[in-house]
């Protein structure tokens, strides 16, 4: 990212979206140019502005005290800078030809149209609400707003009962059958798939499953809920899936979300097959000149797989807001893309992934040696060393690392970003090898484990070509 | 790092130093060649195998109950092995024209030679032992060797008097001055330098101080020791400095160590400017086809300077060796270099640095720009989230990363990494805005410290290119 300052034209700059990518670019906007260059208009059909949705779970699980932490910038603070902030207004067309937005106010319902120069589709992602009988009774949850986790805050305290059931064991899903834990419930986690943690290979989520199980939370595999149950109140009871019943006092959805794309494709821009929009390596719309798009609603390139892929995670959308205000803002800037790291934890187990799972590497045509290695978190004569297992996927013949899945305690989440950068510069299993890591006997064993899957997987390349 | 098998011709290798470099060299030969193949005889003039001295700190702190635990290896496994260890036995001469080295039995004082056909060398480094009034008093120790840790316990055990002084302030000296205050001493740090970790520039080094203050260790810098004070008995009852004295019933010399390589500088074999071994990429001793040399006791290319450096570290002497080993067993392997990564604590505070300081830029003749960034190791809104100061050092135009320096408390040391890959990459701090490093709130800021130093060095190098 690089940006520099131009003189403005006293343009507007109309942004949809209030929360990471639509408000970093307005800010970054903002910075480089003055009011009088550049006017800033942003949407939000909430009430909030820059929250960070992945701090719900920790919220809702009693780690943070209230839910005002979770906003990194009110809409005053925007306003402040000059900002022009529309709360509670939600577009509804997008009209490209005559660079306008149709408006319209969530609680008078007068609808007006606000042309702009420049354009910023910060819209974000939808939950995946399944078309399921009673998945809209009092008492199940989706986890994506701050709306979502007040109402489920709310259902906790005026709910007697202690059973919790989460549906999906993705991201979301272990994390808030980690806060249900804390709050004191009895959770049971009902997963589609085969082992939780999809964004793993199996055999790494396995170990998830275990641990999971170790801390007291059921957990339900192979498991599609076919509807929810609702008691005489209409209040649900329990979820359903082919085989039983899993009675539930509270119902927790973590399924996943889908771009939110519906103005978008209403206005014929350019989705992939994802149903995210297509950007280009500086953000802006594919075929579109004056408009850009970030966070949560686009597909971004996956550098390994040198596919598009959707990725919904804050720490994207604030770099492509970063990258967008820099270019609607006069300045240039590119985002590259990702090589899909991802880090979260589940009580005190930590759970980590860069780069390709198996799968992925045989959907694109790479062929791969696999390897899985045990070592442990710091010298194992420190103290509290506890045991972290490593897996790594490099190609067959050039040794080109593709992937890193890391599971274990203290220690093991962060490990993956020394995957990550070596992924990102392209090197070998065999490069690894002699990474200069930091090494004391509180931080590492003499290997850090991520070197030891690296000798095993250079050793299994040189073997196998 | 490669290797591949060939077939012996019944040589025999010889190894001088039994820790790690030469350990992991004999075991990586043997691993290579069955004993028809090739004999191994390794000299070591110790009592010890394989041990980590960077855990004698934390052996003394009481953190790591007893030595054993610090051995990774013991002699007799090693003898299990096929390798013909031989303890208590000192090489006393090197006779590269005549492949054969002189031994002494330290014990018995016999002398005989022993012929090779391939030679390793890791003799690892001694202690500065400044020649000050004193220095061998009772009460005064180093701690290099697990003799010296347990010389250090006895003394500690009979020694009624609480304070102790650790003469110097790099990574020994503060892993010293933690044990001792765990072990409940008043300790006093008498540092030459002008803050400690003089690993770190001084900016980084007063956080160091600080924190140590913050500790209760007593930090006394621009102090040079002009000698020990001993009482009626003998021992060591005080340091002293121009300025004053400084009262102690026990002193630590942590003031660093250099290589060991008497044998080698009297047999002409080439040492470098810090009196290390040179060797070739292959860890070849130059212009000797059978002598590799590795550990504490060779000079290592630093990569970011371009220049030789001596770093003794555990972690460095485990790659040598394995390189070592694959060669002298007729394998391929390499060592590309360091780029100069540590990490260290002291109590909670942890400290990390790779690349280049200033000065180091400066030396080499680098123009750069230089940033340094508060951020927490966590999403500000989690629980236990903790400050960390970042420094980065960016090139001068380029914009290329030349090193990173990083003090907090827990997430802070090994997030230095991050940078130890990129530095090995040769990326530049744009380049780095855009990793895609974990991010879930519980391990990070939704833009990673590291990447927060990156943006603030890209855009200083823009601004000032």
Redesign the interface.
């Known amino acids: 990212?690089?940006?520099?300052r131009t003189r403005g034209t006293g343009e507007r700059l109309v942004v949809i979206g209030g929360d990471?990518a639509g408000m970093s670019a307005a800010s970054q906007a903002r910075r480089l140019n003055k009011p009088d260059e550049l006017e800033i208009v942003a949407f939000e059909r909430g009430n909030f502005t820059s929250y960070?949705a992945?701090?719900i779970p920790?919220w809702v699980g009693g780690?943070?005290p209230d839910r005002d932490?979770?906003i990194?910038r009110t809409p005053e603070e925007h306003r402040a800078r000059d900002i022009d902030l529309r709360l509670r207004t939600e577009v509804t067309e997008l009209d490209p030809d005559g660079q306008r937005v149709r408006t319209r106010d969530v609680d008078s319902g007068a609808e007006s149209w606000t042309s702009y120069d420049k354009l910023v589709i910060a819209t974000g992602a939808r939950p995946i609400r399944p078309d399921l009988p009673g998945v809209d009774a009092p008492g199940v949850h989706g986890v994506q707003t701050l709306d979502d986790g007040q109402a489920l805050l709310d259902t906790l305290a005026r709910t007697p009962g202690r059973r919790a059931v989460v549906v999906g064991a993705g991201?979301i899903g272990v994390e808030m059958a980690e806060a249900l834990i804390n709050r004191g419930y009895e959770v049971t986690v009902v997963n589609r798939g085969s082992e939780p943690m999809s964004t793993l290979d199996p055999d790494m989520g396995r170990l998830v499953h275990e641990a999971m199980e170790g801390l007291g939370i059921t957990m339900v595999n192979d498991a599609e809920v076919t509807g929810l149950l609702t008691d005489d109140d209409g209040r649900v009871r329990a979820v359903t899936t082919k085989d039983r019943d899993f009675p539930a006092d509270v119902v927790v959805l973590g399924i996943g979300v889908r771009p939110e794309t519906t103005l978008a494709r209403a206005a014929g821009l350019p989705l992939g097959a994802h149903g995210g929009l297509l950007t280009d390596r500086s953000m802006r719309v594919r075929g579109h000149e004056n408009i850009w798009a970030g966070g949560d609603c686009v597909e971004v390139l996956d550098l390994v797989s040198g596919q598009q892929r959707h990725i919904p995670?804050?720490?994207?959308a604030?770099?492509h807001g970063?990258v967008i205000g820099t270019n609607a803002g006069g300045g240039y800037a590119?985002?590259?893309g990702?090589?899909?790291?991802?880090?979260?934890?589940v009580c005190d187990l930590?759970i980590?992934r860069?780069g390709l799972r198996e799968k992925d590497a045989h959907r694109v045509g790479l062929r791969f040696e696999t390897v899985t290695i045990e070592s442990t978190s710091r010298?194992g004569?420190?103290?509290n060393s506890s045991p972290m297992t490593v897996k790594m996927l490099a190609e067959y013949r050039t040794g080109r690392l593709l992937g890193v899945q890391i599971v274990g305690r203290e220690?093991a989440?962060?490990?993956?970003?020394?995957a990550?950068?070596?992924l990102?510069?392209g090197?070998t299993a065999?490069q690894m090898?002699?990474?200069?890591?930091?090494?004391?006997?509180?931080?590492?064993p003499?290997?850090?484990p991520v070197l030891v899957a690296a000798?095993k997987a250079?050793?299994k390349v040189?073997e196998t070509s």
């Not at 990212?1 to 520099?4: A, G, H, K």
């Not at 995670?313 to 994207?316: E, F, Q, S």
């Not at 090898?433 to 590492?444: I, M, N, Q, R």
Request: proline share 5%; charged share 20%; glycine share 8%.
């Open positions: 990212m690089s940006m520099s990471a960070s992945c701090g920790y780690d943070v932490r979770l990194a991201y995670l804050g720490t994207h604030n770099k970063q590119t985002f590259p990702v090589v899909g790291t991802a880090v979260s934890k930590e980590a860069t010298a004569y420190y103290p220690g989440g962060k490990r993956v970003d020394i990550a950068v070596a990102t510069a090197m065999e090898t002699t990474l200069d890591l930091g090494y004391a006997p509180p931080f590492s003499v290997w850090d000798r250079a050793a040189r």
